[in-house]
């Protein structure tokens, strides 16, 4: 297992993280570690789950996973293409995914199904503040100002490298898919031009 090297700040993205495996709920908290724990830990109760007695060890291993080589002690798992992007990364790709290229836009119902796909993905990373770096209001330029109330569960495509909150809205049509690899139950992976689909 991971941990965090320094348990009294912030880890990179300005937040402390958690997907309970048992329910698939998604928490966050821009506080500190305790307040994340007391979230989770209220979680199990109200679902009748026992609290794992390592749960703060199984919380900074998940959220090193999810950050940038570097914040963290342990032997790190991950592959290079396994690695959260940096913000520039994001930028750029998300630059080079829109401009030149008129997508269509799914209806709000769509886009809200897929929305709550993303949020219980497991490539739905959380390892970059999109909120606070305006990365959210970024992409949502590049889709006419769409929003939904979920944007705030919704990171980064770890898959396409861009922020999920302007994916649900559009047909992947134009975006070459060939060569990715989604999860099972990603909307994505069933879009025209995808090796799966």
Request: with cysteine; net charge positive; hydrophobic share 30%.
């Amino acid at each position: 297992m991971q941990a965090l090297k320094y348990k009294m700040y912030a880890p990179p993205g300005g937040k402390w993280f958690y997907l309970v495996p048992e329910t698939g709920r998604y928490f966050e908290t821009s506080q500190n570690m305790n307040e994340l724990l007391g979230k989770v830990v209220r979680h199990y109760g109200v679902n009748k789950l026992a609290v794992p007695a390592n749960l703060q060890d199984l919380v900074e291993d998940y959220i090193c996973r999810n950050i940038p080589f570097g914040a963290c002690t342990g032997d790190d798992p991950r592959k290079p293409e396994d690695m959260p992007p940096t913000f520039y990364e994001v930028t750029e790709k998300l630059e080079k995914m829109f401009r030149g290229h008129r997508y269509e836009y799914v209806g709000a119902v769509e886009a809200k199904n897929r929305a709550g796909v993303c949020m219980q993905c497991p490539k739905n990373g959380h390892g970059m503040c999109t909120s606070c770096n305006r990365l959210q209001e970024t992409a949502r330029r590049f889709v006419g100002g769409r929003s939904l109330p979920e944007d705030k569960k919704l990171g980064v495509c770890l898959v396409l490298r861009v922020p999920a909150n302007c994916l649900v809205h559009v047909r992947l049509a134009h975006t070459d898919l060939y060569g990715l690899t989604f999860p099972a139950d990603c909307w994505a992976s069933k879009e025209e031009g995808s090796p799966h689909g």
